[in-house]
């Protein structure tokens, strides 16, 4: 069993940035693949960064490529988004997630993830 809980959002202006923080439990973490989606209301849960296990690889969307950074600590147990030049389509609810049956690379749809976080909100005011 996993628990994710989410924090490091906020209100922030167009073009500014935040970080995001997930901590992690559970004896397992190091080997699980990460993710971060967000959802508006109304709408489906979006992938927008994702990492293997090790951190050694990470996929982003168009939406978000050279803007977020995903990052983890294994030894910390958190994981970790950067998220710079934020634009008002960035407000979201922001989720952390843990893909315990996936073996190897980085998950990329929401049904591969295995234990979410409650989410953190995000606000981008323009």
């Known amino acids: 069993q996993v628990q994710l809980v989410e924090s490091g959002g906020g209100l922030v202006q167009a073009g500014g940035s935040r970080r995001l923080s997930c901590a992690a439990s559970g004896r397992t973490f190091s080997s699980y693949p990460m993710g971060w989606f967000r959802q508006v209301l109304g709408k489906e849960r979006e992938l927008v960064a994702a990492?293997?296990?090790?951190?050694?690889?990470?996929y982003y969307p168009d939406s978000v490529e050279g803007r977020f950074t995903i990052s983890r600590d294994n030894a910390r147990n958190t994981v970790h988004l950067q998220m710079n030049s934020l634009k008002p389509e960035d407000t979201a609810v922001y989720y952390c997630a843990a893909a315990q049956s996936k073996y190897g690379g980085t998950a990329r749809w929401a049904y591969e993830y295995d234990y979410w976080g409650q989410g953190t909100q995000v606000t981008v005011s323009s």
């Open positions: 990492i293997s296990w090790s951190g050694g690889i990470t």
